[in-house]
């Protein structure tokens, strides 16, 4: 069974920076041939996908979301089962629930941009991130 589990989220001021990581486990025999994303809600607005990340013959390929380009970096080691999501000069906005997705049809990932992700399934259960003035 696959499980995905999010640690890392906190309280912050503006300008800190954050790193979240997520714990996959149950994928056969790793993560490597998988489509594997962060999302991110606030409340009262709609789930956002922030960057997504697979491994394409051994070369990494990723999308994010315009608006956080330059400041957040995503990034997975196979071999530990890890997704992380480096967060640089936070801002008020970044507040959010931000959860990791897997899927194993790696061609959910393979797409045009970060908008073109979706329907990813597993979830994990999210953390918050808060990042205040």
């Known amino acids: 069974q696959v499980h995905l589990v999010e640690s890392g989220g906190g309280s912050v001021q503006a300008g800190e920076s954050l790193k979240l990581s997520c714990a996959l486990s149950g994928f056969n025999p790793n993560i490597a041939h998988t489509c594997l994303a962060w999302f991110r809600q606030a409340p009262g607005k709609e789930r956002e996908g922030v960057a997504a990340?697979?491994?394409?013959?051994?070369?990494?390929?990723?999308h994010y979301t315009d608006s956080l380009k330059g400041r957040f970096t995503i990034s997975q080691d196979n071999d530990k089962g890890t997704l992380d999501l480096q967060m640089n000069s936070l801002k008020p906005e970044s507040s959010a629930m931000y959860s990791c997705?897997?899927?194993?049809?790696?061609?959910?990932?393979?797409?045009?941009?970060?908008?073109?992700?979706?329907?990813?399934?597993?979830w994990g259960r999210g953390i918050q991130v808060a990042v205040s003035v």
């Open positions: 990340s697979a491994t394409v013959f051994g070369r990494a390929i990723s």
């Open positions: 997705a897997a899927d194993s049809v790696q061609s959910k990932c393979l797409v045009a941009t970060m908008k073109d992700v979706r329907d990813l399934l597993p």
